[in-house]
T-cell receptor
Framework: NAGVTQTPKFRILKIGQSMTLQCTQD?????MYWYRQDPGMGLKLIYY???????DKGEVPNGYNVSRSTTEDFPLRLELAAPSQTSVYFC??????????????FGPGTRLTVL | AQKVTQAQTEISVVEKEDVTLDCVYE???????LFWYKQPPSGELVFLIR??????QNEISGRYSWNFQKSTSSFNFTITASQVVDSAVYFC??????????FGTGTSLTVIP
């Protein structure tokens, strides 16, 4: 299994540009998540999904959109990039926390800079 | 509201010393899950442990041990005989249903050789 994969690893955007961060998992997990990590800070949840066709906002959703058309993919869209969106973005997935030993599995991250 | 506090921003220890990383959580729910993750300088997030609210048993895994105390809402992490490879940022996290996770701001541990 590849686990959780994210592309690209690095990206520089100009203010106002748009882009999509890709996330794919091959573990047949129901739950998927997008986080951002600002320097010296913990992770903040942007959006999450509990299954294909179902998404919901997390703590910091403004400026982002998501979709979940398949179990495997959970892309994150930035429509009008702003310097405040400079961050490291992590995608994660899990089966279900009701399974006593399950946890989140994280992708390697995407480092995004908006200039 | 849910909250995770890691009051120690940075800790430095000399190799082979023991070190404890503190984590205090807040929630009114009776069912919840607690986690510790390690983020080495390479940036990835590595799962260390999960604890369910109904299981207060402490756990030891090699040089790592965790002390879960519901009475003080704490889930502390101890590294025994620290090594340089333990240098990383450590995050404590709380989840209620698996829908949302709440992370602390992390503790940066530096182990000096």
């Amino acid at each position: 299994n590849a686990g959780v994969t994210q592309t690209p690893k690095f990206r520089i955007l100009k203010i106002g540009q748009s882009m999509t961060l890709q996330c794919t998992q091959d573990m047949n997990h129901n739950y998927m998540y997008w986080y951002r990590q600002d320097p010296g800070m913990g992770l903040k949840l942007i959006y999450y999904s509990v299954g294909a066709g179902i998404t919901d906002k997390g703590e910091v959703p403004n400026g982002y959109n998501v979709s979940r058309s398949t179990t495997e993919d959970f892309p994150l869209r930035l429509e009008l990039a702003a310097p405040s969106q400079t961050s490291v973005y992590f995608c994660a997935s899990s089966y279900s926390l009701q399974a006593l030993t399950d946890t989140q599995y994280f992708g390697p991250g995407t480092r995004l800079t908006v200039l | 509201a849910q909250k995770v506090t890691q009051a120690q921003t940075e800790i430095s220890v000399v190799e082979k010393e023991d070190v404890t990383l503190d984590c205090v959580y807040e929630t009114r729910d009776t069912t919840y899950y607690l986690f510790w993750y390690k983020q080495p300088p390479s940036g990835e997030l590595v799962f260390l442990i999960r604890r369910n609210s109904f299981d207060e048993q402490n756990e030891i895994s090699g040089r790592y041990s965790w002390n879960f105390q519901k009475s003080t809402s704490s889930f502390n992490f101890t590294i025994t005989a620290s090594q340089v490879v333990d240098s990383a940022v450590y995050f404590c996290a709380l989840s209620l249903t698996g829908n949302q996770f709440y992370f602390g701001t992390g503790t940066s541990l530096t182990v000096i050789p």
